[in-house]
């Protein structure tokens, strides 16, 4: 038998497709990606190193300011070590003025002493001699210690401070006279104890005998007076011993003023008015 083959192909009409024209595809070759992934990768990087050149930069602007702090800090250094010297000599000469006006507040003049103790004689008394002791020469006087040395100076650089004035023993007066009865050498010794000069649990009367009276007559016609006897009553002898007040000058103007001692109440005015002395 036979077999019908029909091609229908051939006979087919080409139709135009809706889709339209194929388009084709092709691959790109663009460097965008390693780009973008450079630029990723180089960022931190120079981020680091800008932030390094600035943490230099601001590093070398605070090396500088401490520079000049450092330059600034010797010259103030300087400054203090030259006004501690200046603190130094004021100290040292106000230690100096103190200790001139401490020897004018210690002194007693002797005019004003006599005056006080002249004013206070009661009647039935006289003074035949007032002297100044030796306190070292007295019974029971204790020896004076040697003044301590100057105190050395923290800084070898600044001068030494002076010598503190040793306070010196207080000075003892004997009053001898002559009175007539005992009453009235112990009035003179009540007297003596209320001077602002003396000091009053230190005077005290060290002997007291009664005596003939030393007082030697004379007439104006001596030829005549050969026959005549004349006999005087007896009179007390005494010895009066007191210290002097160790309260400064400064504190017996006063009293100074009223004995007519008016050279050393001027001295301790002007230290006054200087502010050496405190008033």
Same mark, same amino acid.
């Given at each position: 038998?036979?077999?019908?083959?029909?091609?229908?192909?051939?006979? #087919?009409?080409?139709?135009?497709?809706?889709?339209?024209?194929?388009?084709?595809?092709?691959?790109?070759?663009?460097?965008?990606?390693?780009?973008?992934?450079?630029?990723?990768?180089?960022? $931190?990087?120079?981020?680091?190193?800008?932030?390094?050149?600035?943490?230099?930069?601001?590093?070398?602007?605070?090396?500088?300011?401490?520079?000049?702090?450092?330059? #600034?800090?010797?010259?103030?250094?300087?400054?203090?070590?030259?006004?501690?010297? =200046?603190? @130094?000599?004021?100290?040292? =000469?106000?230690?100096?003025?103190?200790?001139?006006?401490?020897?004018?507040?210690? =002194?007693?003049?002797?005019?004003?002493?006599?005056? &006080?103790?002249?004013?206070?004689?009661?009647?039935?008394?006289?003074?035949?001699?007032?002297?100044?002791?030796?306190?070292?020469? /007295? $019974?029971? *006087?204790?020896?004076?210690?040697?003044?301590?040395?100057?105190? *050395?100076? *923290? &800084?070898?650089?600044?001068?030494?401070?002076?010598?503190?004035?040793?306070?010196?023993?207080?000075?003892?007066?004997?009053?001898?006279?002559?009175?007539?009865?005992?009453?009235?050498?112990?009035?003179? !010794?009540?007297? !003596?104890?209320?001077? %602002?000069? /003396?000091? @009053? &649990?230190?005077?005290?009367?060290?002997?007291?005998?009664?005596?003939?009276?030393?007082?030697?007559?004379?007439?104006?016609?001596?030829?005549?007076?050969?026959?005549? +006897?004349?006999?005087?009553?007896?009179?007390?002898?005494?010895? =009066?011993?007191?210290?002097?007040?160790?309260?400064?000058?400064? +504190?017996?103007?006063? &009293?100074? +003023? #009223?004995?007519?001692?008016?050279?050393? %109440?001027?001295?301790? +005015?002007?230290?006054?008015?200087?502010?050496?002395?405190?008033?």
């Amino acid at each position: 038998m036979y077999s019908l083959d029909i091609n229908f192909l051939n006979d #087919r009409a080409e139709r135009a497709t809706e889709a339209g024209p194929v388009q084709t595809r092709t691959a790109s070759d663009s460097n965008r990606p390693l780009f973008i992934g450079l630029a990723v990768g180089i960022f $931190p990087l120079a981020l680091v190193l800008v932030s390094w050149f600035l943490l230099q930069q601001r590093n070398a602007a605070l090396q500088a300011r401490q520079a000049e702090l450092d330059t #600034r800090l010797t010259a103030l250094q300087a400054q203090l070590t030259e006004v501690d010297t =200046i603190n @130094a000599q004021i100290a040292q =000469i106000n230690a100096e003025n103190q200790a001139l006006a401490t020897v004018f507040d210690r =002194i007693k003049p002797w005019s004003a002493i006599l005056q &006080d103790v002249r004013d206070r004689v009661p009647t039935g008394v006289q003074v035949s001699l007032i002297e100044q002791k030796d306190p070292a020469s /007295l $019974p029971g *006087a204790a020896a004076a210690a040697p003044p301590p040395p100057p105190a *050395a100076p *923290a &800084d070898p650089n600044q001068p030494a401070a002076p010598a503190a004035v040793p306070e010196p023993p207080p000075d003892v007066i004997e009053v001898s006279g002559q009175a007539r009865t005992f009453n009235d050498v112990n009035d003179f !010794l009540l007297t !003596l104890q209320r001077s %602002p000069f /003396l000091q @009053a &649990d230190q005077t005290r009367l060290v002997t007291a005998e009664l005596v003939d009276n030393p007082t030697q007559i004379r007439f104006a016609d001596e030829q005549n007076s050969g026959n005549v +006897e004349v006999q005087l009553p007896r009179v007390v002898q005494f010895r =009066i011993q007191s210290t002097l007040t160790t309260l400064p000058a400064s +504190e017996l103007l006063q &009293d100074l +003023e #009223r004995t007519l001692a008016v050279g050393l %109440p001027a001295r301790i +005015e002007a230290l006054r008015e200087r502010g050496v002395i405190q008033p």
